[in-house]
């Protein structure tokens, strides 16, 4: 089997070959970035009649939207809990049933606009290795659902033997109304909703400048220049020195994914029996899923390392194993990466700076929260004032002599690592 290093999504929904159509000379709203959050928000303001030209510097949705794991959750990095102690019970109830709010977007919008990718409620599975972490994960779970009405189920390990096939984990919980999708036919279906509104799609064409001025923005790229009423932008982990102030206050990294070689479906029903999403406990997660036609086992994990895509496959692999010891001879199909970013206050950030509205930050919560913001975005330019949010003109910090230079996350991570004693492969 030929190894690739191009998501596995992508064999599915390859990126859109688009030709290079001409810059506007004018258009209502100028959205840079092409992912989840870019699109929705052209959606909602072509149906509201404005015009939207949406620029990306590489093929449409070549970043991070088709390169995700495609589980549709409803968690930050800070638990209930954290915020409850932190904030008040007030602001966490207000967070969590906001982040619910992101969860329900992603189903709205695949009803929406009639995508088919493989959207399935069948539930999360939430893996304890430890004691504490199993102490940990039922008290968060509980609080949860004394104060916001989340369903979930303790599993303890004789319990945990018919989820999952690994004597690895020692208990969890079942979140059983989560969800996951296919994210390159859920971006793919975006893309053509966006051309049917008549969205003006520009791959290749990088934004080299945002200037204001007094009827707007001009929006200068090498391919001609277009002057924008509004501008939006939506580059999360791409973010590059176009804003300096925004690339400032976001830390992209890198996460990584491999896909197993077919395997027959006995085997994937012995490791993997109720087709769920699967998560561990760490700061630092990894996660497990079936491919939806239930043919593979996909593995993301090492988030923030870095190294070569054949290299993390093989790291990977081998973490898979050390889950699974009856993959010890299977092989792998894909390896890939995508680029996200995470904020230094680990929470997503929406608002507006000097004129250009963005969203970004999204800490492990992308496809949810990039569904939910793209939404908000457009509202807050249709009907300026009107969006209520948590995540929206917050405080948004950052760190003395950060200029975007993300040296540092591997330490960062590999530190979580040592300090939660989370194993790795030999």
């Excluded at 924008?228 to 590059?240: H, Q």
């Excluded at 994914?257 to 395997?263: I, K, N």
Aim: glycine content about 10%; overall charge neutral.
């Amino acid at each position: 089997m030929t190894f690739k290093t191009d998501p596995y999504w992508w064999e599915a929904a390859p990126r859109p070959d688009l030709a290079a159509a001409d810059v506007p000379q004018l258009t209502d709203v100028a959205v840079v970035g092409s992912g989840y959050t870019g699109l929705i928000a052209a959606l909602k303001l072509a149906e509201a009649g404005r015009s939207v030209a949406v620029f990306d510097s590489d093929a449409i949705g070549a970043g991070a939207s088709s390169r995700n794991s495609g589980f549709v959750g409803r968690t930050l990095k800070y638990s209930f809990g954290d915020l409850l102690s932190a904030k008040g019970l007030p602001h966490a109830i207000a967070t969590y049933r906001e982040m619910q709010a992101a969860f329900r977007a992603v189903g709205d919008t695949v009803a929406e606009y009639a995508i088919d990718c493989d959207f399935r409620v069948h539930g999360r599975l939430v893996l304890a290795e430890t004691p504490a972490q199993f102490e940990d994960v039922k008290r968060e779970y509980e609080l949860r659902h004394e104060h916001l009405g989340a369903p979930f189920e303790i599993l303890d390990k004789q319990a945990l033997s018919s989820e999952i096939g690994s004597a690895r984990y020692l208990g969890g919980v079942i979140l059983p109304d989560l969800a996951s999708i296919h994210p390159g036919r859920y971006h793919q279906g975006l893309v053509r909703a966006a051309q049917g509104l008549g969205v003006l799609l520009l791959p290749n064409t990088r934004v080299s400048g945002v200037a204001r001025n007094e009827t707007g923005f001009q929006v200068d790229t090498a391919r001609g220049s277009c002057q924008a009423r509004e501008v939006i932008l939506a580059t999360n982990g791409y973010t590059d020195g176009l804003l300096p102030w925004l690339q400032r206050r976001l830390i992209p990294f890198d996460a990584w994914q491999v896909a197993t070689e077919p395997l027959p479906s006995s085997l994937i029903d012995q490791l993997l029996p109720r087709d769920r999403t699967y998560i561990d406990s760490y700061m630092n997660i990894d996660a497990i899923r079936r491919s939806p036609d239930g043919s593979r086992i996909l593995y993301c994990g090492k988030t923030g390392e870095r190294s070569d895509q054949q290299v993390m496959g093989q790291r990977l692999l081998g973490e898979l194993r050390a889950v699974f010891p009856d993959l010890k001879d299977v092989g792998l199909s894909h390896s890939w990466t995508g680029r996200c970013a995470a904020t230094f206050d680990l929470l997503p950030h929406m608002g507006t700076h000097d004129g250009i509205h963005y969203a970004a930050g999204y800490c492990f919560a992308g496809l949810p929260m990039g569904s939910h913001f793209g939404r908000l975005l457009a509202q807050r330019i249709l009907k300026p004032g009107s969006v209520a949010s948590v995540f929206v003109d917050q405080p948004f910090p950052t760190m003395p002599l950060y200029g975007g230079n993300n040296w540092f996350v591997p330490w960062m991570m590999r530190w979580y690592d040592w300090k939660e004693g989370k194993r790795h492969a030999a």
